[in-house]
């Protein structure tokens, strides 16, 4: 296979979480880089104007005055034909908000490392998913990394899954502030041209440079087309699955780790599975394989892509199991219980009243498998919300989590659903 | 110097059709900077009048390759566009050459755009900011601005019975904020003076790195006039120095057309109807008190030409 990797060519380097993003970044050689410094990605943009300042990169780099600023000019870039990138967390992402929905809008195939941290008030630099959870519904693809090394991979392939021609939608890739972005692990780098090769020539569909041929871009919808318009933009969210799926797989050829919508671990035969995503399903594998040593039917469902949601695959992975806890790391403050929950409920929903799914060669097995689920009367599901404000998550919080859904399982007794997790009440 | 003869023969970039207002100021602004260009030119766009009036859905205006995002951005996102031609030039993708205009109302530009055109301007990107300044949100409904005049009345800062003024405060006086800033050319103008302003446009377009163009823009809505009249109320303006025409080229300041007799700042404010209420009686004070203000910053403005010039 061409650009296959040799063993002898593999570069193998401890980095940190900022560190694997920015060597990405440069791999990527964006046309243009707009960012703004904040904790805890400040790295990623000191990293990069370095590659500027030595002349490794072609970027045009713009050091804007704020990160509405950063997005704002990303998008001018991107609208002009450029691969245009930007890097943000937190209340700097908060900043950018209007202008994640504009960029989705306008089908701009943007993409951008977000390295999450909590949200003010009150103020604090570490580790949740309150920022990027915030902008669940604004049209970007949303995925998530575990560590390091899934951080850079899953950034090389959002080139990809935002410039495909059936997609062309903005994508963040999200790792976790602190634990992820500034711990040091082991990670497998490829060949510059590798990357180059995988994510090939970007051929903008339009240009505001292309001046023989002049576009309007950001025209005013009234009543007579916004809706039309909007429901493109949902349309475009239906193929990214599918899209990630392929990408995923190319990308295990050439690299031998291949990337899935999520990452069922020892999910298959599971009583009691978590679902969780970010650098906690690390630690909650750990726990599963202790479990397992103890013949526990213990599994786990890692998010991967999280917008658009994949619901029916995810559906079909947890329908097996008996109870299920779901993990988030930020909270909706709606007395509904964390958004990842509030999404895994409504997806099993359909399941247990035998309506799963949308039409399609996947859904015929899902059917099957929605109907034995049925009866099973469906999985039982509860919600912790943890680690706010970078709260460590450690072994045993995640062992208790496991014993309650034994005990739910034993019982048939699922009790409070939104529990808080390792916080003083 | 323009000629008139030369420009009436350029094509029209922006065409008629849109759904401005009669006597509306900002197309005219738009066909005048728009006439000074000869390179191929693109076109950011902040929201308001002049984005509503001709982008509406699956009608566009322009002839030109065009990019609105949102209101308080069109200098970033004009950025943006200039970094990726710079990256797409140097790595020989593009050949042309290509120039690229902001255009932005006083509420974009003075108020909540101001932070992302300070940044832009430092940053030193080769663009012409251009403010259509007509001195209050309009697109909204004459909201004030801080380029609203001191006595103007819009209905956030109406002339009432106990607050007579109509606005209390002065304006931001923005040409100078971005002189300020020391780019390379500054200069504020009006669509009543279309040799003068065609002259600043050209020179904001020719030198290298960013320039700014601050023009008055008569809305006949806001200012409650005759919309035959748009034309004629900036020559108020100018004549009674309340906007004098001047630049700051490379850092010298240079008036640009001296009124050959100095016009009571009642010229300008009569008629409109925005400061209809300041000819009250009791109200005598406040004339007084713009008069004295226009006066201070006339002279100012004339020290720093002494100065620069």
Known sequence: MAGSLEQETVKFVAMTGNEAVAE???QINPDVVA??????????????????ADGLVKTEFVTVESEHSAMSATIGAAAAGAR??????????????????????LRLPIVMPVVNRALSSPINIHCDHSDTMGARDSGWIQIFSENAQEAYDNLIQAVRIAESRDVLLPAMVCMDGFIVSHGMESVKLLMDEEVRGFIGEYEPAYSLLDVDHPITVGALDFADWYFEHKRQEAAAEAPVAE??????????KLTGRSYGLFEAYRLDDAEVAVVALGSTAGTAKAVVDELRQKGVRAGLLKIRLYRPFPKDAIVRALSGVKAIAVLDRSDTFSTMGGPVFIDIKASMYD????????????????????????????????????????RDIDLEQIRKVYERLQAIVATGETGEPVSYLGVRE | MANLRELSRKGELLTGGHRACAGCGAPVAVRQVLKAVDTPVVVGCATGCLEVTTTIYPYSAWNVPFIHSAFENVAATVSGIEAAYRSLKRQGKIQRDIQFVAFGGDGGTYDIGFQSLSGAMERGHDMVYICYDNQAYMNTGIQRSSATPRGAATTTSPAGRVITAGKTQYRKDLTAVMAAHDIPYVAQTTIGHWNDLITKVRKAF????????NILTPCR????????????????????????????ENGVWKITLKPREKKPITEWLRPQGRFRHLFKPGNEKLIEEIQADVDRRWEMLQKRCEVGG
């Open chain 2, 206 to 213: 020719e030198v290298e790195g960013p320039a700014f163009v």
């Open chain 1, 243 to 252: 899209v990630v799926l392929k990408v995923g797989e190319e990308y295990g």
């Open chain 1, 84 to 105: 245009a990138m930007t890097a943000t967390s937190s209340q700097g992402f908060a900043l950018m908000w209007e202008m994640l929905y504009i960029a989705a809008g």
């Open chain 1, 24 to 26: 990405a970044m440069r």
């Open chain 1, 351 to 390: 399941l247990m009243h035998g309506e799963h799914g949308e039409h399609g060669e996947h859904d015929a097995h899902g059917a099957q498998d929605a109907r034995e689920a049925r009866d099973m009367q469906g999985p039982r599901i509860v919600n912790y919300i943890y680690g706010l404000g970078g």
């Open chain 1, 35 to 52: 960012a703004y410094p904040i904790t805890p990605q400040t790295e990623i943009v000191q990293i990069f104007s370095t590659f500027v």
């Open chain 2, 221 to 248: 809505l806001g200012w409650q006039i005759d919309p035959a009249d748009s034309i004629e109320i900036c020559r108020k303006a100018v004549d009674t120095c309340f906007w004098p025409l001047y630049e700051v």
